[in-house]
């Protein structure tokens, strides 16, 4: 069975440009969860899906970032326009249902640097 | 205040030896409370799952302990391996009552020599 996709893998950019990162979860996983990691911390929760709904985006910096789920399956984050300090590693995850039960599944990450 | 502590920030060790990474959290109440492994370069990876209620729970050469009245967690490694230099995350589920929150620790860099 195929984990966690994410693409691209790296990206590296200029500040102010936009960037956008795909992920393709686990077959079957309703929720879906976008991480950003800085270096030397555990991950940071930017956003939670469950199938199509974005039930907990309190972390996501809604001047800049947005996210999509359609049809409750892949996910693309955005960042536009991008700054230094967006510069981290961005993961996806997925669980089959519950959250507060159901392992995650880590996908391997894109790392963003903004020059 | 991280409401997720873990300790030593990093670890050196001889190649067969054992160690033990800790875990302090303030996160109550919570569902459950997992520890990763993350290799450099890919993302986390569950070692295991454990609720309130269970205060031992193994994974091959991991052993990870469980003490809810304190508030602590461990993750034991046995007779480590080169394989084992990673770094570990512990992680406490806050629970339905507070919107399904995952707290993630910083994480401890382990890394095993020969």
């Known amino acids: 069975e195929a984990g966690v996709v994410q693409s691209p893998r790296y990206k590296i950019i200029e500040k102010k440009q936009p960037v956008a990162f795909w992920c393709n979860p686990i077959s079957g996983h309703n929720t879906l969860y976008w991480y950003l990691q800085n270096l030397g911390q555990g991950p940071e929760l930017l956003i939670r899906?469950?199938?199509?709904?974005?039930?907990?985006d309190s972390q996501l910096p809604k001047d800049r970032f947005s996210a999509e789920r359609l049809k409750g399956v892949d996910s693309t984050l955005k960042i536009q326009p991008a700054e230094l300090g967006d510069s981290a590693v961005y993961l996806c995850?997925?669980?089959?249902?519950?959250?507060?039960?159901?392992?995650?599944?880590f996908g391997p990450g894109t790392r963003l640097t903004v020059l | 205040k991280n409401q997720v502590e873990q300790s030593p920030q990093s670890l050196i060790i001889l190649e067969g030896k054992n160690c033990t990474l800790q875990c302090n959290y303030t996160v109550s109440p919570f569902s459950n409370l997992r520890w990763y492994k993350q290799d450099t370069g890919r993302g986390p990876v569950s070692l295991t799952i454990?609720?309130?209620?269970?205060n031992t729970k193994s994974n091959g050469r991991y052993t990870a302990t469980l003490d809810a009245d304190t508030k602590q967690s461990s993750l034991h490694i046995t007779a480590s391996q080169l394989s084992d230099s990673a770094s570990y995350i512990c992680v406490v589920s806050a629970g339905r009552e507070y919107g399904n929150k995952l707290v993630f620790g910083a994480g401890t860099i382990l890394r095993v020599k020969s």
């Open positions: 454990m609720t309130f209620s269970e």
């Open positions: 899906y469950e199938n199509e709904e974005a039930v907990d």
């Open positions: 995850a997925s669980s089959h249902r519950d959250p507060t039960t159901d392992t995650q599944y």
